[in-house]
């Protein structure tokens, strides 16, 4: 019913920037939550960024504040991510999601609809 599929990870130094796109097909209409989360091996997964349409707001993990933008194009089939000043600590895998429903948007389990992931490695 609904796709997301992730594009844009991969190898950047500590301190470069990448844009990750998450490219949205299907019945994507009335979502309340889209957002971004990570998750790097032996951890769990983490909000990083969302928009919370319901709400008309926007949420930003502590630790990519300043850093990070969450943006949707204006024809509303492509959630972004652009990351800057990256560090090894967000090396991971980043996935897309998104939800009719949820409160707040910030916790995974608020998300219904998931992209497969995109890897993010910083290298120091």
């Known amino acids: 019913q609904v796709q997301l599929v992730e594009s844009g990870g991969g190898s950047v130094q500590a301190g470069g920037s990448l844009r990750l796109s998450c490219a949205a097909s299907?019945?994507?209409?009335?979502?309340?939550?889209m957002g971004w989360f990570r998750q790097a091996p032996g951890k769990e997964r983490e909000g990083v960024a969302a928009i919370y349409f319901g709400g008309g707001s926007t949420y930003y993990a502590d630790s990519v504040k300043g850093r990070f933008t969450i943006s949707q194009d204006n024809a509303q089939t492509t959630l972004y991510l652009q990351m800057n000043v990256l560090k090894p600590e967000d090396t991971a895998m980043y996935y897309c999601a998104a939800d009719r429903g949820g409160s707040w948007c910030r916790n995974s389990y608020e998300y219904h609809y998931w992209g497969q992931g995109t890897q993010v490695t910083v290298s120091s």
């Open positions: 299907g019945y994507t209409y009335s979502m309340n939550c």
